[in-house]
């Protein structure tokens, strides 16, 4: 047996908590019933599952693809803007989504899979995956801002956990920097440093857990290798014992 918004989204229709949302709505049938119960357990094996009247069947065959995004695209598989979509970058016949989101303006590593449950897992807090940035602010900044920052600031009216920031050089009296975050709320580096007056000139994401964009030019992308599979998933589970 397995809970009924886990089973949505080991099949990619979204994170767990978006199909609890999905689930109340009532916008997902068991063997022909809506179910709006959150905690409904399944046998995935027997039992016959729709969201809006679509089938929804576990591929196991996953697919694992690295994207180095460029700026000017929105990481969703559709946008009710008709703004240009990764997807419009990475052509496969099998439904993938993007682990996580970097904003329109916002460039680098992305990864892409129909595998929900390593998804789940890299971006559940619980499992602290860390993402490397590199950001070049509008001016330099403050050691006393750079110190709160870290500490961890206010967002929706909740505390962000401690990050590591350091800063790589100087560029035309602006401050390039790395950032370390293992978090990902919506456009959550640029709101912290515009919280102490900083604007972000722009952001690039060049490292998630163990993947790098090592020989991946902007725009480009490729299917990772076993062994970076692999390495991911030890990733994972090596913090989840932690």
């Given amino acids: ?37 959150l905690g409904y ?42 703004r240009p979509t990764i997807l419009d970058l990475v052509t496969v016949k099998e439904r993938i989504f993007p682990v996580g989101r970097l904003d ?12 929900g449950e390593l998804t789940n897992m890299l971006l559940h807090p619980r499992f602290k995956v860390e993402k490397i940035y590199h950001v070049l602010l509008d001016k330099l900044i403050r050691p006393v801002a750079l110190y709160h920052l870290e500490q961890g600031v206010e967002l929706d009216g909740k505390r ?14 602006c401050s390039f920097l790395e950032v370390r975050i293992h978090e990902g709320w919506k456009r ?34 490729r299917f990772l290798t076993r062994s970076e599979v692999a390495k991911l998933k030890a990733f994972v589970t090596r913090h989840e014992s932690e």
């Fill in 41 to 82: 357990r399944i046998d995935e094996t027997s039992d016959e599952v729709h969201f809006n009247d679509r089938l929804v069947e576990i591929d196991k065959h996953y697919k694992y693809i690295l994207l180095n995004k460029p700026a000017g695209y929105v990481s969703t598989v559709q946008d009710e803007y008709d």
């Fill in 1 to 37: 047996m397995i809970r009924l918004n886990k089973y949505l989204a080991n099949a990619g229709i979204a994170s767990r908590r978006k199909c609890d949302d999905l689930i109340i709505a009532g916008q997902v049938r068991v063997n022909g019933e809506v179910i709006t119960e």
């Fill in 160 to 173: 962000t956990s401690p990050c590591k920031i350091r800063q790589i050089r100087v560029i035309d009296n």
């Fill in 188 to 221: 959550q580096i640029r709101r912290m440093f515009d919280i102490f007056g900083y604007r972000v000139e722009s952001l690039e994401r060049i490292a998630f857990g163990p993947l790098t964009l090592t020989g991946l030019k902007r725009g480009e992308w």
């Fill in 104 to 115: 329109y303006d916002s460039t680098g590593l992305l990864l892409l899979t129909n595998d």
